[in-house]
């Protein structure tokens, strides 16, 4: 899965760039600043990283507000910090309840933007820090989350609605795991990746 996401990212890169090479680079008239306000639908695909007979991990598919402020270096290379929080009820397969938990993940990206008239795809790579907040044990005495550290890789798209506002259609995938702890007891951690895929619609404004 890993290997054909990076081949998409490099074809869609190659696409743009050529693209890109047809217009005007001269054109130094761009905004150096965006914000976006987005809808995003974050769905975690979870599994235990080390198998753990009979039991699979379920995390609920949830809607949440996102916003990201974006800073161009350049007319096709810019930086996005993307901020939101997600709260999601986790259970086995088996039917026990692991309560719930809120995913906060802050993430930086770096992009290439592509300008095709009123169209401006993009793609981008990044690091996350995802706090685990608001934790609910469910069947269990106590349940603990380790705050993490992941990567997104990224692609949108922008749509000119005028000079100053546009629509935003994006998509994102983290690859993430984190140590779980049950009943404050050590004996009872686990790996869990949880690699959640945003995907997310909104409008933005530069400035």
């Known amino acids: 899965m890993k290997k054909i996401i990076f081949s998409t990212i490099l074809a869609c890169l190659?696409?743009?760039?050529?693209?890109?090479?047809?217009?005007?680079?001269?054109?130094?008239?761009?905004?150096?600043?965006?914000?976006?306000?987005?809808?995003?639908?974050v769905s975690p695909a979870p599994y235990f990283?080390?198998?753990?007979?009979?039991?699979?991990?379920?995390?609920?598919?949830?809607?949440?507000?996102?916003?990201d402020i974006t800073y161009f270096l350049s007319k096709n290379i810019a930086f996005e910090l993307m901020v939101t929080s997600s709260k999601h009820d986790v259970e086995l397969n088996d039917g026990t309840r692991l309560g719930s938990v809120s995913l906060i993940p802050p993430t930086l990206s770096l992009q290439y933007h592509a300008y095709l008239n009123d169209f401006k795809p993009y793609i981008g790579a990044g690091m996350s820090y995802v706090i685990f907040n608001g934790t609910a044990a469910g069947d269990l005495d106590s349940i603990d989350y380790e705050n993490a550290v992941g990567y997104t890789?990224?692609?949108?798209?922008?749509?000119?609605?005028?000079?100053?506002?546009?629509?935003?259609?994006?998509?994102?995938?983290?690859?993430?795991?984190?140590?779980?702890?049950?009943?404050?007891?050590?004996?009872?951690?686990?790996?869990?990746?949880?690699?959640?895929?945003?995907?997310?619609f909104g409008v933005g404004m530069k400035f």
């Open 153 to 200: 890789l990224q692609i949108g798209i922008d749509y000119n609605l005028s000079e100053k506002w546009f629509l935003n259609l994006d998509f994102k995938k983290m690859f993430l795991n984190t140590d779980v702890t049950a009943n404050n007891d050590s004996t009872n951690t686990a790996e869990v990746n949880i690699d959640p895929l945003f995907l997310g």
């Open 49 to 67: 990283y080390d198998a753990i007979s009979g039991f699979d991990v379920e995390i609920s598919t949830t809607f949440a507000p996102e916003l």
């Open 14 to 41: 190659f696409f743009f760039n050529a693209q890109a090479q047809e217009e005007e680079t001269t054109d130094d008239d761009y905004s150096k600043w965006q914000v976006r306000a987005r809808a995003v639908a």
